[in-house]
């Protein structure tokens, strides 16, 4: 990159640290939610930066790059769940407007099982978290190729602390907003800057062509049971559940996802269609995630190079410390009693211990980023019976609860196991365990019904 390219990325970076140390908290309840007063522009930008990260830009290019204009059914899967998530749920968080996700099945089926809830998301958030780490180490690699992946995820990981520790999910909010209007303005010229240079003539591509030659590498059974596992896995995602949160009314939890939705659609849209471009250009790559990479540091114009590093920077940052702050209210909320404080020192830490689990376990454990961001969802998936129930059936019971959490566990467990990567064990992780997660909660709540002492949250 050029000196502009560095200036530009490193003023940008400069502002959204800025943010971070300018902007404090009161006390956890500001860090945690913001105060509860986010209106619907700021908690739009918000939701579709904590889903707009690294991970899934690098994963969704690479499959663009691969698959060719196939790639474009991929949005369909954030664009499905968020409106499920919108029509099913939205509103009810917002209902309930709890400190975390796991304190509503602490309330609805007890204490113990609220506090397996927490460590199983904590597990799971702790995996998603690290794969951020590791797909920002992958963008940032080609500007700073002199550090080690160590030392850079070190610097990397440093930096995003320093917007979140000071400032809470109100600093992550206003980084947000500056980034998704910077956001919808640099992908549209990034997708106008790659079609410029596309020397194939799409009239020659036909739709047979594209389904035929992109099917075989991004099968239909597996964008339907990635479908529906987001629809099923992101109603209880803890990071959203933070923001909604936060939101000032039911009417703007429910728009704000709805509006979120449409918006990460078009985006993703934006990200793939250039990838698939470089793909029909016949352009050699020697690893499919350096898809968008090689778009930004080869195609794109002098400043614009430094623009789009500084905006991927802040949108992996935002979610990254999104993702932390959840892990944190739930620490407060199901290990510490659901006690606010005024001490600012029990978030820090709390906080400083999650990002230094992300930096490990993304140098140790990830290689593949998008079969592990895939896999940290068998756990959340095995909870969406509970949550749904705990929402809408007044029958749900304690021991139908674990049933359905176990049942799920193992079902995914075990696809991964028996079919694994290469047999596309989503399939059966969504068409068979989704259902019979169902099944098992409905069967062990007739069988097990809730006592008179479990009381029943009116949502």
């Known amino acids: 990159m050029a000196d502009w390219d560095y200036l530009v990325l490193f003023a940008l970076s400069f502002i959204f640290i800025a943010i971070g140390f300018t902007t404090r908290f009161k006390n956890e309840s500001?860090?945690?939610?913001?105060e509860r007063k986010t209106g619907f522009f700021a908690l739009t930008a918000t939701l579709v930066m904590t889903e707009f990260n690294t991970a899934t830009l690098l994963s969704f290019a690479s499959l663009g790059y691969l698959s060719g204009l196939w790639g474009l059914v991929m949005p369909f899967i954030f664009l499905i769940g968020l409106v499920f998530y919108a029509l099913t749920v939205a509103k009810k968080w917002k209902l309930f407007n709890g400190l975390s996700v796991a304190v509503f099945f602490s309330t609805r089926y007890g204490n113990d099982l609220g506090r397996l809830v927490s460590f199983v998301l904590l597990i799971s958030m702790s995996g998603f978290s690290a794969t951020y780490v590791k797909s920002l180490v992958i963008l940032f690699n080609p500007l700073f190729p002199f550090m080690s992946e160590w030392q850079l995820s070190g610097v990397l990981v440093c930096l995003i602390l320093s917007i979140t520790l000071r400032g809470g999910l109100i600093a992550i909010i206003y980084t947000d907003i500056i980034s998704f209007v910077l956001t919808l303005i640099f992908f549209p010229i990034m997708l106008f800057t790659v079609w410029k240079s596309n020397s194939v003539s799409l009239h020659d591509i036909t739709l047979i062509s594209i389904i035929n030659d992109g099917s075989k590498i991004i099968s239909p059974y597996f964008v339907t049971s990635l479908i529906v596992l987001t629809m099923f896995t992101y109603i209880i995602a803890p990071w959203y559940g933070q923001k909604i949160f936060?939101?000032?009314?039911?009417?703007?939890?429910?728009?704000?996802?709805?509006?979120?939705?449409?918006?990460?659609?078009?985006?993703?849209?934006?990200?793939?269609?250039?990838?698939?471009?470089?793909?029909?250009?016949?352009?050699?790559?020697?690893?499919?995630?350096?898809?968008?990479?090689?778009?930004?540091?080869?195609?794109?114009p002098i400043g614009l190079r430094g623009l789009g590093y500084g905006i991927l920077f802040a949108a992996s940052a935002t979610t990254l410390?999104?993702?932390?702050?959840?892990?944190?209210?739930?620490?407060?909320?199901?290990?510490?009693?659901?006690?606010?404080?005024?001490?600012?020192?029990?978030?820090?830490?709390?906080?400083?211990?999650?990002?230094?689990?992300?930096?490990?376990?993304?140098?140790?454990?990830?290689?593949?980023?998008?079969?592990?961001?895939?896999?940290?969802?068998?756990?959340?998936?095995?909870?969406?019976?509970?949550?749904?129930?705990?929402?809408?059936?007044?029958?749900?019971?304690?021991?139908?609860?674990?049933?359905?959490?176990?049942?799920?566990?193992?079902?995914?467990?075990?696809?991964?196991?028996?079919?694994?990567?290469?047999?596309?064990?989503?399939?059966?992780?969504?068409?068979g365990g989704i259902p019979f997660t169902f099944l098992a909660g409905i069967l062990g709540s007739l069988y097990f019904p809730r006592s008179d002492a479990a009381a029943l949250i009116k949502i």
Not at 267 to 286: C, D, K, W
């Open 30 to 34: 500001s860090y945690l939610v913001a």
């Open 246 to 300: 936060s939101a000032k009314s039911e009417k703007v939890a429910y728009l704000s996802v709805f509006t979120a939705a449409i918006v990460i659609f078009c985006l993703y849209g934006l990200v793939i269609l250039p990838a698939s471009l470089l793909h029909l250009n016949g352009i050699q790559l020697s690893n499919s995630e350096q898809a968008l990479p090689y778009i930004l540091h080869q195609m794109m």
């Open 321 to 431: 410390t999104g993702v932390w702050n959840a892990m944190a209210a739930m620490c407060v909320s199901d290990f510490f009693g659901n006690k606010i404080t005024e001490n600012r020192n029990r978030t820090w830490i709390i906080t400083l211990g999650f990002a230094f689990t992300s930096y490990l376990l993304s140098n140790i454990f990830v290689d593949k980023i998008f079969s592990k961001l895939i896999l940290a969802n068998i756990p959340i998936a095995a909870l969406s019976f509970s949550l749904l129930a705990g929402f809408y059936w007044e029958k749900a019971s304690h021991l139908g609860a674990y049933c359905s959490i176990i049942v799920g566990f193992a079902w995914g467990v075990g696809s991964y196991i028996w079919w694994g990567d290469a047999g596309e064990y989503t399939w059966y992780w969504a068409m």
